[in-house]
């Protein structure tokens, strides 16, 4: 192993290696199932804000992601409100603020 990779925690085995993919491609596709159901009105704004307190696949979900995967929301609406409630772009669902969470509901709840 080289003191480059060493340096960068690039010290897994085949199998560990082989294993982390496995679980990034899970966690990616639950959280592409997440936001299918947000889509779909299944799952309301105030439930997903709920979730990402305690549910890693929701919390890791990036906030404007969310914010578009409700219905009739673009980027733009979704960016406008992330920059009126002052939520940083790369904020994640379990980063939101309780003030900011209200403020999210009231807009799209």
Not at 54 to 59: L, Q
Not at 65 to 75: D, E, F, T, W
């Amino acid at each position: 192993m080289t003191e480059k990779n060493a340096a960068f925690g690039n010290n897994f085995t085949p199998e560990q290696r082989s294993a982390a993919l496995k679980r990034a491609t899970e966690m990616r596709a639950a959280r592409a199932e997440y936001l299918g159901r947000v889509k779909s009105g299944e799952v309301s704004i105030a439930d997903a804000l709920e979730a990402g307190k305690g549910d890693p696949v929701v919390g890791r979900i990036k906030a404007k992601r969310l914010l578009m995967a409700l219905p009739g929301i673009g980027a733009a609406k979704a960016q406008s409100a992330m920059t009126a409630i002052c939520i940083s772009e790369t904020r994640r669902v379990a980063g939101i603020g309780q003030r900011q969470a209200e403020k999210l509901i009231e807009l799209f709840g």
